[in-house]
């Protein structure tokens, strides 16, 4: 008997595990199904890779909701935010072509996340005005005309067979940061919209338990959250667990934001009943489904790309259709340039942007900087591209510049943070590094006859320096650097976030604005808004503005080394003791000195493509 039920537990587990791709039987002609998808990020067709689906497309998605319709007619499709942003289809048209494809698609109802406002919100509003299926918020608020106004409605009640399902939008109130804040000011810098951010966290639970009640008040059976929240602890106190804990009344939270993979996961409300929670993911590698069965049981699945690979043909049609006219935007012309922007030395035809200064890297270098409005800006060599020769520039060459997608940050950092950075960056000089430190907002020099003393893991991560420095006279803004000093440095997510080409001294600092924009859009925004779409004599010099100098034999007179700060200002301990203000000698840094730090696994040089590459998949 004991065999027997032993066996049984294990069947039933099995079938617990078993794709919902392969379990339409557990759908009936009464169920209500929802199916949701959450950060496609542009991921607009199917994909693979070695041999294996990576992604679905929408043309997936219509397909399984084809075979859902078939079964039931009782059929909604929903997005948590993050759609219209991410990949080149996007920047190009502006989020248009996207809310095409969704259309297409059958979108029933979508909630705004942080990256749906990156075109402004002038745009945002035609793209909601064409969209064919609803936009929700109900804490995405016009505090201009009325604070207790929603741009859009908060909620919306749909009938499926006799039974009321109540879909109620929430949107994170990281979208002023994690996009551009002025899109959310007026002229004078006065906010006119906002997220009920205040308090922390009982506006975001007061405007949603608000929605709330108002869907049960006009009769509705049940109550599904269309979250773009997320779940990582930077987001507190506005996560989709923190809105569950203070609310009552929602049944179903389907969320966004944090690119988490959640099937189904149990959360208790504010009176200790069970909240189901779920996520997609990101980028179509899965497509999420809500089944409500006739006697009010629920439960949420995941169906896996590479488990289901049908294309809907109408729809893939409509995709390629559309990535053709893209393709053509490639040629579309953003502005202009009288001068030449290289990667490359024009007098010798070798590669510069790894290991000196050039008047691209230094374009690209202010673009973050004035986008983030920081102090400092840093922009690996790695991550420049292609050169632009004088004349106008097209998109297709701002896309070859900046071609992996990645996200626009800025953090508060320590004087001495940015001198390990600029160390780790040169140690290769005057060899090439894909890590070499394209700059604004400073300058440097690179004391080349000094060998480096960057000490690298096994992975070729920042541990420390060592010894003797080879960056000297480092100014920021024409004033000497400041070790105790804080910093705001503008970059990207790749190396403020993910210790990419190495930069783990940046583990663990505050993030002032995170993701805010695509790495192509803030080169194009940039040169549209502040150079007036013209890029001029400011960059003629095609080894750039002198901000980075190569010193190659010890000058007569050694420049003054900065003043190493004591105590918890500068954070540096070098074997046990805190370094003192006179000892000549630069202290150890990194994790000689500072504990705790991850290593991450990041190659430089011909690595950093294959790295980048990846995150921008």
Known sequence: MKKLLALFLTFALALAFVPAAFAEGEVEAEDIVVLYTNDVHCSVAQAEKDGTATNMGYAGVAAYKAEMKAITANVALVDCGDAIQG???????????????????????AVYGNHEFDYGMDRLKELTTDANFKYLSCNFMDIASDPAKTVSDGYAIQEFGGKKVAFVGISTPES?????????????????????????GKDLYDAVQAAVDAAKAVGTDYVVAIAH????????PWRSKDVIANTTGIDVVLDGHSHSTIAQELVQNKNGENVILSSTGDKLRNLGRLVIKADGTMSTSLIAAKEYTT?????????KNIQKQYEGLLKEVVAKTNVDLVVNDPETGNRIIRNQESNLGDLCADAYRTLLGADIAFVNGGGIRASIPKGDITYGQIIAVHPYGNMACSIEVTGQQILDALELGCASTPGESGGFLQVSGLTYEIHTYIPSSVQLDDNKSFIGVTGARRVKNVMVGGEPIDVNKTYLLASHNYMLKDGGDGYTMFKGATVVRDEVMIDNQVLINYMKDTLRGVVGSAYENSYGQGRIKLVAEAPAEQPQEPTYGTGTGSGIVVGGQQQQATDPTPPQTGAAAITGYAILSIVTGAGVALYTRKKAA
């Open 87 to 109: 990949d080149a289809i996007g920047t190009l048209s502006t989020g248009r072509y996207l809310i095409d494809i969704m259309n297409k698609t059958g979108y029933d109802y």
């Open 176 to 200: 002023i940061t994690k996009s551009t804040p002025a899109y959310f000011q007026d002229k004078d810098g006065n906010y006119i919209y906002g997220f009920c951010s205040g308090n922390d």
């Open 229 to 236: 929240l997320g779940v990582d602890a930077q987001s507190s």
């Open 311 to 319: 294309q809907d043909e109408n729809t893939d049609a409509y995709v």
